[in-house]
């Protein structure tokens, strides 16, 4: 029974402290170090020949080194020393999730817009999003945080929680790593086609489960039935083959429409649309997605910490 409270009492505090505190840009962050890690390796290994298996090779190499050294690590301090192991697998927990800041990001972005205009809702817009933000009109930057909110609530912070009820803060924060290079390295373009290639699908393998779930707790904590709807009837057109079912459930959800052309570093992409109402949305509808964003959190969380005790 204590062996099931060690391993509850990370993610308890864990959520407490993202809760409170948000992503510390002034801490030292392990996905800055992994960040470090994958640029050098880049710059190292992505060149011919066998492009596609030297990417795989680091990949399989970074993600392998988190695990083993976090799970030797931890082992050792679950015989020796458990205070030191709670603070460890806790600090891993607040570090592996993204909910408050995701949170911040997308307020802001709204508060933004509101107070200063689209030039500057713009500017704000481009620090959570990949697309080209010049010439987006207030609506659609206004999308393009809902988009983005509901697709990180997938992977900043369901997709996390999963892999720590799989693999404990090892398996957490494996998974971070397993986002970061994908996020990294996880393009189709010239330089990245075959570099990243396993990198994004290994993105896609263990976000699979995940971004269905995010859709489905987005439906449980609204009682939606046209969420449910969407996410069964659009989920599955997005180009990704897990963005599309959170982004889906909050545009039944909320009856909106998202997806649609999108220019990316010059290049528009056709992207289907998900929904059918064009409507206008109002400044204050950020506050109905930000409640989303914490039930669907505190449930996850509540969800682990149960099944952690039982099993």
Known sequence: MAGTIYMTIPVLAGYLLDSLFGDPERLPHPVRVFGW??????????????AFIKGMAMTLFLCAGVFILLQGSLALLWTFNIPLFLVISSSCVFYGLANRQLITEGNQVFAVLEKEGIGAGRRRLSRIVGRDVAGLSSHQVRVAVLETMSE???????????????AGAPGMLTYKMINTLDSMIGYRNER????????????????????????????IVTA??????????????????????????????????????????GLLVDKPYIGYNNREIAAEEIRKVTGINQRVCLLMVALVAIFVLLF
């Not at 997709?159 to 799989?166: G, N, R």
């Not at 083959?241 to 052309?261: H, K, M, Q, T, V």
Request: charged share 20%; glycine share 12%.
């Open 224 to 265: 939606s039935r046209k969420g449910a709807g969407f996410a069964i009837r659009y989920g599955h057109l997005h180009k990704s083959p897990n963005a599309g079912y959170p982004e889906a459930a909050l545009a039944g959800i909320l009856d909106l429409r998202f997806g649609g052309p999108n220019s990316y570093d």
């Open 152 to 166: 990180n609530l997938g992977d900043g912070v369901i997709a996390p929680l999963f892999w720590y009820a799989v």
């Open 37 to 50: 890690l994958i640029g050098k390796g880049d710059r190292w290994l992505n060149r011919p020949p066998f």
């Open 192 to 219: 990245y086609e075959q570099f990243g290639k396993f990198a994004a699908r290994l993105d896609d393998l263990v976000n699979f489960i995940p971004a269905r779930l995010t859709a489905l707790l987005m439906v």
